[in-house]
């Protein structure tokens, strides 16, 4: 069963998406699609709702900058790193691993 298509994420636009009582970060780029935790490891902000470039994607809160593919915080203020869930895609299927 997916979580959602790969129809559903446009480019370098991130998703909210919830799945297990975890709220997820998806991100579409290229035909990779990577999933992160959504809340912020600064405070309590979505990070769907922020900016993507390349693959970083900077909070729109306090502009703190983590990596997409590890989680990692990249930027001040925040330094710890964000949850990372594993994807799989399957044709037009994106699952995420929680
Ligand atoms: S809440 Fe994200 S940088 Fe402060």
Known sequence: ??????????????????KSGKAICVTRI????FAIADTCSHSD?????????GFTIECWLHGAQFDLRNGQATTPPA????EVFAVRID???VMIDV
């Open 91 to 93: 044709g037009d299927s």
């Open 45 to 53: 902000a979505s990070l769907a709702e922020g900016e993507v470039s």
């Open 30 to 33: 290229g035909s990779e699609v």
């Open 79 to 82: 330094t710890q790193s964000v």
């Open 1 to 18: 069963m997916s979580d959602l298509s790969l129809d559903q994420l446009q480019e370098s636009k991130p998703l909210r998406l919830e």
